[in-house]
């Protein structure tokens, strides 16, 4: 009788298995699977669909850029917004808000009211709320578990994630390869992604935040809270270097997902079925990846993996982008996976680890506007550029100039390391 909890205590003392221990988190972060699944179907649909109207490698790269714009604008506001509020009721206020959007996706597409002016609009809108939605998401981890079960509910959090990115791709180029009318079938994916968003919308209520974290107090005004979350990035050393090589990084070596559509159909001729074997080849890889992080029970020593696996990945973008079959590609693929979701996911660990609690929205919603505004802007200007030089030529010209980048930031290796796996301060600095 004893075997079991001797077994499961084993279990949640060490990897990613520690964050088992902690009931909301697991609610939570099981809960967000199946909406990460509905994410990645409607990533999929919406590309397709831009795909499907338009033929153009730039509308693919413009409609990630449209989708930018609100993140790049509002995130610094809404990032504020979390840290003087209740965490989980703006979690449960965004995620209303992206529901409500993908309804509507699915009702003008069954209606067959789409042009590529609606999917403009729409992705308009999405950036808005996604702007709202992803500073929430990112500072729930901390507030569900203590810091040294941080790196292990991460790695979950993106270990699933991930997963869905194998799950949802592939389901979705099955449901839109199953109607001979793309159009209508993009329409069902919108449909279950709204229905993944409504189970997750409805685990949120039952789950509340057991390790509370001080939030920004609100006798200083808002405005005066966004510069000073501003001035901590700059101020605390090694921050905001750290932040400007995750920033050529998503420029660069991020923008493929948004131009997959591009070289399923443009590059390999494989239609909606190669966009799924694709986006579901860096699901693969980013898995790996992911449990490589959640196992990692240590900071110290994360930044020379991370650097390790940026310079790997510059070796394998360019093995993609210059592959000369469509099985090379998918291979090339799912290495890369790994190097995006090890320096993704490491990266997101070091900077939660290093940054004071009552500074993490403001700094995670700066670090979203780079994960997630980087790659449509890079994915705007090489997908321009391909429309005259071919989405191959302008995306190893990309590669080439990165490697550059990435030159010069390794010779700062050693004061990286030591600043970002440097726990907080007790009190971080306040902007004059």
């Known amino acids: 009788m004893n075997e079991r909890p001797g077994r499961w205590q084993r279990f949640t003392a ?14 939570y972060t099981f809960s967000g699977f199946f909406a990460n699944i509905g994410i990645w179907i409607q990533r999929v649909g919406v590309q397709w669909l831009a795909w499907e109207l338009t033929h153009s490698y730039a509308w693919l790269g413009a409609i990630s850029f449209i989708d930018a714009i609100g993140i790049i604008i509002f995130l610094p506001i809404f990032g504020t917004l979390i840290d003087r509020n209740d965490r989980l009721k703006m979690m449960r206020l965004a995620q209303l808000l992206v529901t409500l959007l993908a309804l509507a996706l699915a009702i003008f597409t069954l209606m ?29 981890a901390p507030s569900l578990v203590p810091r040294e079960d941080l790196s292990a509910a991460i790695g979950m959090n993106a270990s699933l994630f991930n997963l869905a ?17 793309h159009i209508f079938g993009i329409g069902i994916l919108f449909a279950i992604t709204t229905a993944s968003y409504i189970f997750y919308l409805g685990a949120l209520y039952t789950i509340h935040m057991r390790y509370e974290e001080r939030t920004s107090t609100a006798s200083t005004g808002f405005i005066a809270d966004m510069k000073e979350g501003l001035f901590y990035i700059f101020e ?20 493929f997902r948004e131009l997959l559509a591009g ?46 696996v940026f310079g790997l990945g510059i070796v394998v973008q360019f093995a993609f982008v210059l592959a000369p079959s469509f099985d090379i590609a998918v291979g090339a693929l799912a290495l890369l996976g790994i190097t995006v979701a090890i320096g993704g996911i490491g990266s997101q660990v070091l900077i939660q680890s290093a940054i004071h609690s009552t500074m993490r929205g403001r700094v995670v919603s700066l670090w979203s506007i780079i994960m997630r505004a980087g790659p449509p802007i890079g994915a705007l200007a090489i997908g321009a550029a391909a429309e005259g030089i071919g989405l191959q030529i302008a995306f190893t010209i990309a590669t080439a100039f990165y490697l550059v980048c990435f030159i010069a930031m390794a010779v ?7 600043t970002m796996e440097t726990p907080p301060e007790d009190s971080p600095k306040r902007a004059a």
């Open 14 to 27: 060490q990897g990613m298995g520690r964050a088992f221990r902690h009931r909301d988190f697991v609610i």
């Open 165 to 181: 990115q194998i799950l949802g791709p592939a389901a979705a180029g099955l449901i839109i390869v199953a109607f001979n009318d």
């Open 236 to 255: 605390k050393p090694g921050l905001g270097l750290y932040m400007g090589l995750m920033l050529a990084t998503t420029l660069v070596m991020r923008p």
């Open 112 to 140: 067959r009211w789409m042009n590529i002016w609606i999917v403009v609009i729409a992705m308009a809108l999405h950036g808005v709320v996604d702007a709202f939605w992803a500073p929430a998401r990112l500072a729930m």
């Open 412 to 418: 700062r290796f050693r004061f990286l390391a030591t």
């Open 263 to 308: 070289f399923a159909d443009g590059v390999f001729h494989q239609g909606p079925e190669g966009l799924a074997m694709l986006t579901s080849a860096v699901g693969v890889g980013a898995l790996v990846g992911a449990l490589v992080v959640a196992n990692t029970s240590k900071v110290k020593g994360l930044t020379r993996l991370i650097l390790w």
